[in-house]
């Protein structure tokens, strides 16, 4: 949890998170919106599902790039959990 925090007030400062690169994660128990661009204005592409672990590629303001399956597209970073 303070991991999250911590990712979560990185990411609302605006700064760029490299060391979170082809980190992974899961989401934080719910099912989430994986999206074609960083924003809700995008369409959603795919449906992330608890417990299932992704990849982070990158992250730009609130949201992250992610490589979940077979697809990649954007989540919001609230909802990232990073695995140890």
Not at 25 to 44: C, E, Q, Y
Not at 57 to 72: A, D, F, I, P
Request: with cysteine; net charge positive; charged share 10%.
């Amino acid at each position: 949890m303070i991991r999250t925090a911590m990712i979560a007030t990185t990411l609302l400062a605006g700064l760029a998170v490299p060391a979170f690169a082809n980190t992974k994660a899961t989401t934080d128990g719910l099912f989430v919106n994986i999206r074609s661009g960083p924003g809700v204005n995008h369409p959603a592409t795919c449906l992330a599902w608890p417990n299932v672990t992704f990849n982070v590629t990158k992250c730009e303001g609130n949201w992250c790039h992610v490589e979940y399956l077979r697809s990649s597209g954007w989540m919001a970073a609230k909802h990232i959990v990073l695995q140890d």
